[in-house]
């Protein structure tokens, strides 16, 4: 069985040489300035550019499926079971295109979400790399599997029906497997430092809807839609008056606390972890 695989293997590079010089032709003619030279396209597909001269040329050793999923991961468009075997077309149709362009960036966000450091506070670190990865993967078309990205300005009645200016689907959607599985609604972007350096301006905060309004858990971080705005504030047990909340900012030396009446809460979600690019 291992005998026959190896076979298989070869047999998929042959006349691979040919067939990527006929992909040189088409991406010439696609964009004739940034294909027009073979430097240019290798460091498209982030390979060697003597190498690639010398694939082209036939040099087996650089014709390999490994060089083909370079081509193809730069060059969606191009047909990978063409390029390997010679069948069908060069190019897949549009359909098809979008199909396993959406695959792609599935696996890849399962991928990268996998691989991050998620702190016990439900922060998701990431490198520079994996940032500037993660921008071309989303946001994704698939409403059904993200959650929205929401302003935080426009909370009053999100998914409720209140709120006419803003839903679920005129908002970009993002899939955080990590915060699926803890059941988050909703994704909201930091604007200002009264919870730094908890969370930082831009930071991105994964929140779950509570359904009731009187139960707080003393010390955690909501989003408050109140009558004064939407908030992000941890929030605290106000011993002298019952029917109050106590809101209170990280950055505490700016950001001093203040009582809140819990009639004057609209609606209330608890923030579940931050997604964080460093």
């Known amino acids: 069985m291992k005998k026959e695989k190896i076979i298989l293997q070869k ?34 597909i982030n390979f060697g550019r003597t190498n690639l001269s010398s694939a082209l040329n036939g040099t087996k050793k650089y014709l390999t499926d490994g060089l083909v999923d370079k081509f193809v991961t730069a060059f969606p468009e191009l047909n990978r079971d063409w390029l390997l075997t010679g069948t069908g077309e060069m190019l897949i149709n549009e359909e098809e295109k979008q199909i396993k362009e959406k ?48 302003p935080i300005e426009a909370i009053a009645g999100f998914g409720t029906g209140d709120n006419e200016g803003v839903s679920y689907e005129n908002c970009d959607h993002y899939i955080v497997p990590e915060f699926d599985k803890r059941g988050m609604d909703f994704l909201i972007r930091v604007s200002g430092s009264s919870m730094y350096p908890k969370y930082s301006n831009g930071d991105v905060l994964a929140c779950k809807k509570i359904d009731s309004v009187t139960f707080f858990q003393w010390g955690k971080v909501y989003v408050i839609d109140s009558v004064q705005g939407a908030l992000v504030k941890r929030i605290f047990e106000d011993k002298d008056n019952p029917d109050n909340i106590i809101c209170v900012s990280d ?12 009639s004057e809460i609209r609606s209330l979600s608890i923030v579940l972890g931050v997604v964080r690019m460093e």
Do not use: W
Not at 16 to 34: F, G, S, T, W, Y
Not at 251 to 262: C, G, H, I, S, V
């Open 251 to 262: 950055n505490k030396e700016n950001y001093p606390p203040f009582p809140m009446p819990k």
């Open 103 to 150: 695959e792609r960036q599935l696996v890849l966000i399962d991928k990268y979400f996998s691989n991050s450091n998620i702190t016990d506070e439900g922060q998701i670190l990431s490198s520079a790399k994996e940032k500037t990865e993660l921008k071309a993967l989303i946001p994704i078309d698939d409403k059904q599997r993200g959650c929205p990205l929401i």
């Open 11 to 44: 047999s998929s590079i042959l006349n691979l040489d040919k067939r990527l010089n006929e992909v040189m032709k088409h991406l010439l003619i696609k964009d004739p300035i940034a294909y027009k030279t073979k430097q240019q396209v290798a460091e498209k």
